[in-house]
Structures are given as C-alpha cells and as structure tokens.
C-alpha cells in the first residue's frame, strides 16, 4: 500500500495497516477510514478482546447504554454499538475524534454519541449531559507516562480512576475498566476495593492481553476471578491444596501434559487447578500438570502434550538432546537457567514435533528434582 503525505506525516507505516487489518479485520470491508496515527493502531483494541466486552457488557445489562470515555481508535465503542442501545464515544484527542466520527458514519453506525472533552476530576456529568444516563462506563487508562515511559500502577494512568471513581459511580451503577495484563491482581483488587464485582483475564492469540474489571456500586461481596470457562474466588485459591505425582517413574507413566495459557496463569489459580479437575501439579512452583486424559472443561486455557519420556535434568541429557534432535521446542521453568539459554545449551533451532520441558519437579514419596519430558503435541 503507497503511502500519502498525511501517512508520512503521521508515520504510519505498511506493517502498521497489516496489524490493523489482523486486529480487527472486520472492518477491511470497509474503504475509505481514516487511521490517524500508528500509534493509535498499535494501542486500539483486537476486535476479539472489544467483542469479549460487549457480550460482558450485554451480561450485566441485556440492552445496555454504554459510555466509553477513553475511545481512542473506536474498536471497543463500534463493538459496544453492536449491543448497546446508545453508546457514547468519548476523546481528547480532536484528530483521532473526528477520524473516528467520519469511520463510523462510513460503517453505518447511527448509535453513536460524539464527544470530545478531557477526562478530568469534575467534569464527568457535565460530560455526559442531562439526557444521557449510562447503564455501564467505560474507561481505559492510557499507561505510559508523559515522557512516554510504560506504568503499570493504577494511579501513575492517565486518567487516575482511582481519584474518579467516586464521581463515577454517581452518573451510573456498574464501571468496567481495562488495565494491563502486567499489572498485579491482588493489587488491583486492593486499590480499586469493595465494589470490585468480577475481574476477567481476558486472552487471544495464545496471550493475555486485558485485565477486565467490574465494579458495581454497592456491591461489597466476594470477587470472581475469571478466565474463559473457568471462574473462582481468591479464597478458594488459598486454602486449595493441590495434588503431586508420588515419584519421576510415576509421572513417566503418565500419558499428557497440560501447559496453561498465559490467561490462565494470570488469575494464580495453581492449586485449585488440581482440586477442579484430575491433574497432577509437577512442582510446587511448577505451573505445569500431569493428567490421564484431556480435559474439554479447559478447553482454550492451555496445550496440552502427550509425554514421550522422563529423563534428569543434567549435562549428558541436555548434550544428547542436543545430538539427538536437529529441531525442537524448548521450555524452561522453575530452574535457573531460561528457555532461550537451553536452546542454546543444546544447539537445537526452533521446529519439529518435539517440545522439551525441564523443570523443578516434587513428589510425595522421592525428594525433588529436576526433570527433563519430551513431549509431542497431542491430537487426542
């Protein structure tokens, strides 16, 4: 694609428009949008983590009237729009505002309130007008800093819902904010409190790329942690215990491996893994399980393997490894050394049917130990 001056300008590159076109190719049937920057195409939503939020949104309110305050490039306000029965798309930016409002007339879509205002402290309800009376809001903090640096704590985002929350609250009954997968949970828990309803870690593309939270003004019950199919509270996490193979033979016999998603892992729900469903942990620090059979509850959650042979983890293994195998796949965890240094330790290139696994291992009737598994994809 030839770029124009406005392009250039903005520097959007042709790589730019080909992550856009993979994030959200439903809207590459449409010709003539306008895409003002590159960085607001690397920062917009997936149209399967902005779809994920619509049908959250349509759960806690069946035809709901939906405010985004921080729309950006307008993904997650266009999947709003196909639920909602008004939706509110607010931003401050007045370039990406009017490139967004001439993209949506260009889609059709006539269930869109314009507004192009700061977010700041007061100016929430002056905002939203008289007229408009949303079931749900919306925001995504923007998470670098004014010099362009990341952050992670809630308060260092732009704008700081900590200091809004309150005045949120006042202008509708349910908040739904995004932040970022790297931040800690039980921090997000504790800094945004009681009202936390639900908090979703929401996956696509084999990462975890939201965090997803509900507040529910008045709510002051437990909080659900939720990924996928699979939901807990904290506390059922905390007095889980999970169950380990009793030796290395036993966990040789074994026929799969269960790998969970990086969403999965994100919620920490490492013990009550074991207690839901028939898994063996291999570690106590080992986010990795032995099963019997695959498991269609956690369908989408992880990979699984089928275990080809258990071998210790040293030297003479790893060098004949090496040998043995041109190509394969190499995870390291829970031992002091990475997968990439592995790789390099063994001389193998990435490729092939074989996927090596080495790792702390504990048992409940040999000492612990590092293990090497060769696995190979599972098609069962």
Known sequence: MKKNFADILNDISVSDFARMKKKVPEWSAFEGLSYPSGLSMEQCSSSVTALYKSRLCQQIAPHPTVADLTGGLGVDSWAFSQIAGKVLYNEMNTQLFEAVRSNFGVMGISNVIFSNCEIVPGCIQALLGNDFKPDIIY???????????????????????????????????????????????????????????????????????????????????????IAGGFSFLPEEESVAAASYCPDSKTLGAMPLLFEPSSTLLKTGAFKLLCERFPLLKLGRHTQLYAARNIIPALDGLGKWFRIEDCLPFDKRNVTELGKRLERCEVTARNIPISSEELKRKMGTASGGSTHIFAFSADFTEEESTRLILLTSPSNT
């Open 139 to 225: 925001i995504d903090p923007a998470r670098r800093s004014n010099t362009g640096k990341k952050v992670f704590l809630i308060e260092d985002c732009s704008p700081d819902v900590l200091t809004l929350k309150e005045e949120l609250f006042e202008a509708a009954p349910t908040l739904l904010i995004k932040l970022s997968p790297m931040a800690d949970i039980t921090m997000v828990l504790k800094r945004l409190g009681p009202e936390v309803r639900e908090l979703h870690c929401v996956g696509a593309d084999g990462e975890c790329k939201e965090l997803l939270v509900v507040l529910q003004k008045g709510w002051s019950g437990a909080t659900r942690i």
